[in-house]
Nanobody, 130 residues
Framework: QLQLVESGGGLVQPGGSLRLSCAASGFTLDYVTIGWFRQAPGKEREGVSCVSRRRGNTYYADSVKGRFTISRDNAKNTFYLQMNNLKPEDIGVYYC???????????????????????WGQGTQVTVSS
């Protein structure tokens, strides 16, 4: 079964950190673009970060630059989103997703194009509150 399974969300105080994990099964992450999206209450889904193996670029939304880091561990077939200095505006459900390598613009300077991502995690809640 081809799927992505997320873990790592939770409740954290402002300024705290969380690491989200996204484990792939049924396919390898070696040749896909990886991305993280989030959806805050009452807002549209937004692209947070992505990495394109084919383009060789990494994207971060302006709101998370310098605080979030995307990475992958091919040996574990897992990718991550390290989130530091969390703020209340980071609250939302976070989704990991992958796009086939053939989609050149799945991750560009404009961010991840959600329409190009075909496998999605189940979502994990991140809450930032004191």
């Amino acid at each position: 079964q081809l799927q992505l399974v997320e873990s790592g969300g939770g409740l954290v105080q402002p300024g705290g950190s969380l690491r989200l994990s996204c484990a792939a099964s049924g396919f390898t992450l070696d040749y896909v673009t990886i991305g993280w999206f989030r959806q805050a209450p009452g807002k549209e889904r937004e692209g947070v970060s992505c990495v394109s193996r084919r383009r060789g670029n990494t994207y971060y939304a302006d709101s998370v630059k310098g605080r979030f880091t995307i990475s992958r561990d091919n040996a574990k077939n897992t990718f991550y989103l390290q989130m530091n200095n969390l703020k209340p505006e980071d609250i939302g459900v976070y989704y990991c997703a992958t796009a086939a390598d053939l989609w050149y613009y799945a991750c560009s300077g404009d961010g991840p194009d959600a329409e190009k991502y075909d496998y999605w995690g189940q979502g994990t809640q991140v809450t930032v509150s004191s």
